[in-house]
């Protein structure tokens, strides 16, 4: 051989050291692996994260190595990283693999290098769950494979450590790409031949470049010392730092650095570091008991505060405790059982009794299982105190003992039977209604037992009874025929309850009869009853029919279109005014109201309209049925008068003299009643606000010099305190027994209180007063706004918030206004009618974010004022508006209105006072009363 193919054999073999070198330096697993999936060659991390000597490992396929798992799953050969690699599509990626009882989690890295006579896959393994162990312990490469040197420059750049490589004089050598990358070094630095200026860009990026520099002039005076630090950057990273010499045989020919950066790392410590902090707070703020006690001795070496509590225990006394001091005997056994399942190495879960420090005895549950402490197994016991549920549990027992009692004493039937229809429980009562015991009917299908397959009308039982087990929800109630034993049939109401497991499956259906059979028969024979009377109906020569309150045809005999035109269509649904001469619904009207209120009429004599527009006379007879739900049914008969009425023409005109005459008589009678009505309020508020006024007096003037008393005595009190500090002891047993003390305050104070009620009674006292006006029935001048106030007074409970609507506002805006002239009583029921429908209209509905009612006074003239009473409620529509004056017309429910407040409001103020009411609204904006009245009559 040559001496120049020497030179070159011997250069290789120096840089194939150089390279071996740098791979023994790392702490990075690096593997080689063939086409054929075997292993070339690795270097010793590789050996020992596999713990297996090179002889089991050269030639052995990677996966049978190394068995990788993602996700808790084994990763299938097909998909592991050399085969990947060999194809192109590998990225580096994590794998979880288990060493010595330990779960790793590796980092994998490649590359693909071809070779003059063979292909292979280049793996970098680092184990990031442990980068901060010392890798300067590594063990130095075994001698490299004699393969290319572009295969070991591929490795060298497959590192993910930054790697520099300088000579004894500090000159560099070879790096790789990763240490330009963490360094963020321009590559023209690197090229200029300036150490200086190298170590100068390095230290300029550190917190400490002195100590960086100062280490590294160290290294040169010492080239054969292994280094290792931590390097802190100012921009918050960490690098591990490893320097080794580099050797020629004997010869330390230079140094190669290695720089990890370890951020993540120290991180996570960090974070880990946290989360053990966060677990010890969890386990000293733990609401249930937790113990950890050796495995042999069984003593007690931690506890947290809920346990020392739970126990009576300070946490001194509770180390180093046998379980047997605190477990009762009773439980020893339990506490046996306990021991021997965990020194099994199985879960304990049960329920024991324990004995505190003061000897009370508290039921506790238990779970217990293995775990580490200190690095060594220990017994981790969770203890939760169950006294109360226990008492809880004993007490729904006492609960359902009398729940069956009930059941069975219950005075209906109840059942229980399965999605297939089978009886599972049968309580005493259903046992006598059906005639079964419990023993011939448990178990059996309620078909052909209790339920005929079909009912006397026809209905297909059994198609129900299967219905009802596959859809449960829609037969909540059900009324059915039922069997007897002995063959009669029956008829049950029955509520039904469907059970179901927990994935809404369902498990039985649970039914509460009830006997309808006398119900049931009484319902026959009343549509037998019906059907005659409907016969006698349609078959009438008078008009007969049926109204609801509202005046709503519901039913009309079919006569009517013989006698009127109409067919059934046109008249059912129909109000009755459409058909109706409108002169005459006054005292259709009154007659129909006094029909709702349960007087019968006979002899209502109307005149109907024709479908051909002729007018015809009927007399009607009217009576209500009321139904169980409260519903009013008005029936009534119309038989045709018109020649009576037409005979009676030429008395007419007498008779309409006399209806009218009739009429005014039966308004002023209304006007009487009303008058008669509010004398005899007046006469009864005036009576009672004189029967409270004087005893209210009596007290009102007592309260001062009760008041003055009271503190005489208790300066007096506080005096013989002075004076007489330390008295007898049985005075200072009194003043405690009393407690004087609290006495000597709260007696002002309960003055105080009386003092404000007493002057609230004479406030309300003189609201009724003013309101009833007794003293003034005659024309007075009066200031209005007092009337105002006491009507709002006697009304400030209507106002106030209730259940079902809040406060309602009261805006008063009073102007200036003289005294009025008037008649206050009939006034005040002005006000009292307006006010009250005011309140009515805005507990109802409101616009807006409260209900409100405004009240503004004000000068029209100089001899008239207005008094403006504006709500925002509903509002009224323009066709009730137009007769809301009129009597008896309300748009209130039955018997919460007369139908006379406004029509008599109207009367007092138009016809007594010359004055005008109107009134104002737009609906969904409210209404306005507008009442005008002079100053002098």
């Known amino acids: 051989m040559s001496a120049e193919q020497l030179e070159q054999v011997r250069q290789l ?536 309150e509202d005046c709503i045809f519901t039913y009309h005999s079919p006569n009517i279109t013989a006698i009127l035109g109409y067919e059934l269509e046109e008249i059912v649904g129909h109000s009755i005014t459409e058909f109706t001469d409108p002169e005459s619904l006054a005292n259709n009207y009154s007659a129909l109201y006094k029909a709702v209120a349960g007087v019968q009429h006979s002899g209502v004599e109307v005149q109907i309209q024709h479908k051909n527009g002729s007018w015809r006379w009927f007399s009607f007879n009217t009576s209500t049925v009321t139904a169980p739900s409260g519903e009013v049914t008005i029936s009534g008969v119309g038989r045709d008068i018109t020649e009576r009425k037409q005979a009676e023409m030429k008395l007419q005109q007498q008779t309409q003299n006399l209806e009218n005459t009739l009429y005014e008589l039966q308004r002023t009678q209304s006007q009487l009643i009303h008058s008669e009505k509010m004398s005899s309020l007046g006469n009864m508020v005036a009576g009672i606000a004189h029967e409270i006024n004087n005893p209210v007096n009596f007290i009102y003037g007592n309260l001062n010099p009760a008041n003055e008393y009271a503190q005489g005595l208790l300066r007096l009190i506080g005096l013989y305190q002075l004076h007489f500090p330390n008295p007898p002891e049985e005075i200072q047993a009194e003043i405690a027994a009393i407690d004087l003390e609290f006495v000597k305050e709260d007696l002002i104070k309960l003055l105080h209180s009386m003092n404000v009620g007493t002057q609230r009674i004479r406030e309300i006292v003189l609201s009724l007063r003013n309101f009833s006006r007794l003293d003034e029935a005659e024309f007075k001048q009066v200031n209005i706004h007092d009337g105002l106030d006491s009507t709002l007074m006697i009304l400030q409970n209507r106002l106030k918030a209730q259940p079902n609507h809040s406060e309602i506002l009261v805006i008063r805006e009073y102007g200036q206004l003289p005294n009025i002239q008037c008649y206050p009583g009939q006034l005040n029921q002005v006000f009292m009618n307006i006010l009250s429908n005011a309140i009515d209209a805005v507990e109802e509905y409101f616009v807006g974010q409260q209900g409100q009612i405004h009240i503004i006074t004000e000068l029209i003239n100089k001899n008239r004022v207005a008094i403006r009473i504006a709500d925002n409620g509903r509002g009224i529509s323009q066709k009730i508006l137009a007769k809301m004056f009129d009597p008896f017309f309300t748009t209130k429910d039955l018997g919460k209105g007369t139908g006379l407040g406004l029509s008599i409001s109207y009367q007092i103020i138009v016809e007594k006072h010359n004055g005008n009411l109107s009134c104002n609204s737009i609906p969904g904006e409210g209404a306005e009363f507008v009442i005008e009245i002079p100053i002098r009559q």
């Not at 996966?63 to 050969?77: C, I, N, T, W, Y």
């Not at 769950?129 to 010392?134: H, N, S, V, Y």
């Not at 880990?272 to 733990?286: P, V």
């Not at 495995?295 to 020392?308: G, L, S, W, Y």
């Open 13 to 548: 073999q120096t840089t194939l050291a150089k390279m071996e070198v740098t791979l023994g330096a790392i702490a990075d697993a690096v593997v080689w692996v063939g086409e054929d999936r075997r292993v070339q060659w690795c270097n010793s991390s590789f050996k020992h994260l596999v713990n297996q000597p090179h002889s089991k490992i050269d030639g052995v396929i990677l996966s049978d190595l190394l068995p990788l798992f993602q996700a808790g799953k084994l990763v299938d050969s097909s998909a592991y990283p050399d085969v990947l690699i060999h194809s192109g599509e590998y990225k580096t990626t994590n794998y979880q693999f288990q060493y010595n009882q330990r779960s790793l989690m590796l980092q994998i890295s490649g590359n693909y290098i071809e070779l003059t006579d063979d292909h292979c896959a280049v793996l970098v393994i680092r184990d990031v769950t442990q980068a901060q162990e010392d890798i300067n312990q590594r063990q130095q490469a075994q001698q490299a494979l004699e393969n290319s040197l572009s295969l070991l420059s591929a490795t060298f750049e497959s590192i993910q450590d930054g790697i520099l490589a300088i000579d004894s004089l500090g000159n560099i050598l070879n790096y790789n790409q990763k240490f330009l990358e963490i360094w963020s070094i321009p590559p023209e630095i690197l090229m200029e031949n300036d150490h200086e200026q190298h170590i100068a860009y390095l230290a300029n990026q550190l917190k400490n470049p002195h100590q960086f520099t100062q280490r590294i002039r160290e290294l040169h005076t010492q080239p054969e010392v292994d280094s290792y630090d931590l390097l802190e950057l100012q921009d918050g990273r960490i690098f591990e730092r490893h320097s080794h010499p580099q050797c020629l045989g004997k010869q330390i020919i230079g140094r190669v650095w290695s720089f990890s950066d370890i951020t993540p790392h120290k991180q996570a410590e960090e974070a880990l570091r946290q989360s053990e902090l966060q677990y010890r707070a969890i386990f000293a703020a733990i609401n249930d008991g937790l113990l950890i006690t050796e495995i042999e001795t069984q003593k007690v070496v931690e506890v947290n505060p809920a346990a020392c509590q739970m126990h009576g225990y300070t946490y001194a006394e509770f180390i180093n405790l046998n379980p047997l001091v605190y477990i009762h005997p009773d439980s020893h056994h339990i506490f046996e059982d306990y021991v021997q399942k965990i020194k099994s190495h199985q879960g304990f879960y049960g329920q024991a009794v324990d004995v505190c420090k003061d000897g009370t005895l508290i039921d506790v549950e238990v779970k217990a299982t293995i775990c580490t402490y200190n690095g060594k197994p220990h017994i981790l016991a969770v203890v939760r105190d169950i006294s109360e549920r226990k008492l809880t549990e004993k007490a729904l027992q006492q609960s359902e003992a009398q729940y069956r009692d009930l059941v069975q004493t219950a005075n209906c039937i109840i059942l229980r039977w399965d999605s297939n229809g089978n009886v599972i429980f049968l309580n005493d009562y259903g046992q006598r209604f059906f005639g079964f015991d419990l023993d011939e009917i448990v178990k059996r299908n309620v078909i052909g037992t209790i339920v005929p397959e079909t009912e006397t009308s026809g209905r297909d039982l059994q198609a129900l009874m299967v219905d009802i087990c596959q859809n449960p929800e829609n037969y909540l109630f059900n009324e059915n025929e039922n069997l007897c034993k002995n063959g009669d049939r029956v008829w049950v109401v029955w509520a039904n309850k469907p059970i179901l497991d927990k994935q809404g499956n369902l498990l039985e259906i649970l039914s509460i009869g009830t006997d309808a059979t006398e119900r049931k028969r009484a319902q026959e024979a009343l549509q037998q009853s019906e059907l005659q009377f409907r016969n006698i109906v349609e078959n009438a020569n008078d008009l007969i029919y049926t109204l609801t």
